[in-house]
């Protein structure tokens, strides 16, 4: 049976029945389960991720979660985790061995990234490519076991036709997994196109209110269920069951919040495109030629935004980010508020360079407050910088 994902964000997984009414699950926040006796424990155990036996295994509440999660994306199980890095971590630990090659497509995730520098002390090699599926055709190698993908990408979120890497991985029988945290499974389900492995920050979107951190990872039952095993109870990234609630409560106004954050972000491009200070914006409302690519993946367009300040190094961008005052400076996105970011450091332009990423490079998480306040705090920000360029 198909549900719409608004059904399954408020109501699919949540039996009222069973908790007195309570249109809120509750949180069964207790680190065991105890039995009735010691032959039902010890068969409990033998199928310990089917059974509530310990926290660090299953857990009522976050089951609950798992199993939306699941239902959104269009797979046969989810696992969720204490972070984002925790899921990611676990698709590493769980499917890859000495000798094994990961293949990088897209602009990814600096820790995801870090993380596999790390493995290389295991002799787990990884490589990176663009978007063009010629250089990914190219880059694979006879020990590639997995292309991990992030699209839209950081930074530049630049877009990957997923169908299509999809078909080159099956065709080298590769694993293909996706960090689709930018999208959400509102906007983008890559499971349907092909994917193996759909990865997410429940601390973005999903959660929503910047209150709580966690990830999840969602594929077929035999994925998961080799990621439960080792990745997961192993290594023990485990989320608690009041942080899942608090998710859950996220869940339920998810593709509400998606479409303001999206209002919002594409009312602020619009203003963004007439400043001189800027010489490009990044976004996936912007790219031209890959509608096609866009409209078969894509449902819409999240609040993640990046651009480029013209001519600009570490101190302009500095002073441009300190005369925001509605945005605050921080890491992470999608909550309710607005963020400013950059990747610039003092001395680190060089690096950025190489990269890629130019040194005037500004990112923004749009949030709720509303796109005619959020342009106010930029065109304030855009005239504070244009008088000190003046006094200079």
Known sequence: MHYSDEEICTQLGESFSEHHGAVSPPVYQTSL?????????????????????????????TE???????????????????????????IFLSLLQSGDHVLFVNN?????????????????????????????????????????????????MKVVDLQQVAHIAQKHEIITAIDNTWSTPIFQKPLLHGFDLSV????????????????????????IDTISKYGFQLNGAVLSPHDASLIIRGLRTLPIRLRQHQQHCLKVIDYLKGKEEITSIHHPS?????????NKQMKGFSGLLSFELKDAGFEQVARFINHLSVFKIGVSWGGFESLVNAPVKKGNEKELNKQ????????????????????????????????????Q
Do not use: W
């Open 33 to 61: 389960f105890a039995f009735d006796s010691f032959e039902a424990f010890t068969e409990a155990q033998k199928r310990e991720r089917e059974n509530y036996v310990y926290t660090r295994g299953l857990n009522p509440t």
């Open 64 to 90: 609950i979660l798992e199993q939306k999660l699941a239902l959104l994306e269009r797979g046969g199980k989810c696992k969720c985790f204490s972070s984002g890095m925790g899921a990611i971590s676990s």
């Open 108 to 156: 990814i995730y600096g820790p995801t990234i870090q993380l596999l520098d790390h493995l290389k002390r295991f002799y787990i090699d990884h490589s990176s490519v663009g978007n063009s599926l010629e250089e990914i055709e190219k880059a694979i190698k006879p020990t590639t076991k997995l292309i991990y993908v992030e699209s839209p990408g950081t930074m530049l």
């Open 200 to 223: 997410h920050s429940l601390t973005k979107y999903i959660g929503g209110h910047s209150d709580v951190v966690g990830g999840a990872v969602i594929g077929s039952e035999e994925l």
């Open 286 to 294: 912007l790219h031209s030629g890959e509608e096609d690519v866009i």
């Open 356 to 391: 890629g990423l130019s040194p005037g490079l500004v990112r923004l998480s749009i949030g709720l407050e509303g796109a005619d306040l959020l342009i106010q705090d930029l065109e304030q920000a855009f005239q504070a910088l244009s008088r000190e360029v003046e006094i």
